[in-house]
């Protein structure tokens, strides 16, 4: 079928895009984590993706067809995520495709993206390991990739704290996860190696480094299963570090690590979670 080039504004968002001639209606195609341990997130964005598509149609459609779209559930799983856009493309044949949650599950399904030449939005991934692969067909919604978030942190407690309260040490905590990896990077100035590339990234001295802060605690957690948040927290305690750090890979992840400052009575000058 002859097809034409269409162009939608969905939400700030432009998004190039393939569509039938003659069709009927557009159909956009997602899929999201709606269970699993980020479907706090993905439903969030289901919510939100499910909002611009009746936006869409109540001003009238798109191209004057209205909008629909297929939003799969992929369990918080690359490879549940990774089989459901190929079949978004190739089996329910829609028209444009709109990007997942998570650094983790974007790296591999925007590959699938790629390789069908299928234009791929990000809205939530933002590791360099997903940008620096030469790809032509996806772009971000935000305005940094993770392994540089560390300038908008001192940028930001500059713009908060005052002089003589800005903190001089830190303790940085995280998940083993795709998006929290890059971040502390990004933070303590490691190398990054993008995958599929021999090209190395050096982030050196690193973000932390450079607003005059140093790192006297780092830990890392693996990605499933941990349970001693009230062991990190004392061990965070005990370093005495002014700022503290945390990155987690769920909301639920979230919750505990906070509770478990709270149980031990951590008071540290400045919080950042993410």
Known sequence: ?????????????????????????????????????????GQKHKEGYELCIDLVNKAGGLLG?????????????????????????????????????????????TSIAEQNKMVYPVPSGVALQIYERGYKYIFNFQPNAAEYLGKSYDALMKDLVKPDQMPKT?????????????????????????????????????????????????????????????????????????????FTASPDEAIQLVRAFKTVDYQPKVAIMG
Do not use: C, H
Not at 1 to 29: D, N, Q, S, Y
């Open 1 to 41: 079928m002859k097809r034409l080039i269409g162009l939608m504004v969905l939400g700030t968002a432009a998004v190039a895009f393939a569509m039938p001639a003659a069709a009927e209606k557009v159909t956009f195609g997602a899929s999201l984590p709606l269970t699993g341990g980020l479907a706090v997130n």
């Open 65 to 109: 067809e209205a909008a629909s779209i297929i939003i799969s559930d992929n369990q918080s799983t690359n490879e549940t995520g990774q089989a459901q856009f190929e079949r978004l493309i190739n089996e329910d044949k829609v028209d444009a495709l709109l990007g997942t949650f998570s650094s983790r599950i974007t790296f591999p399904t």
């Open 170 to 246: 830190a303790a940085v905590v995280y998940a083993d996860d795709f998006y929290a990896n890059a971040a502390v990077a990004g933070l303590t100035g490691a190398k990054r190696t993008i995958a599929g590339t021999d090209k190395v990234i050096d982030l050196a001295p690193g973000a932390l480094a450079d607003a005059g802060i140093e790192v006297v605690f780092e830990q890392q957690w693996p990605e499933e299963g941990f349970s001693d948040w009230i062991g990190l927290a004392n061990s965070v305690k005990g370093s005495g570090a002014d700022l503290v750090i945390g």
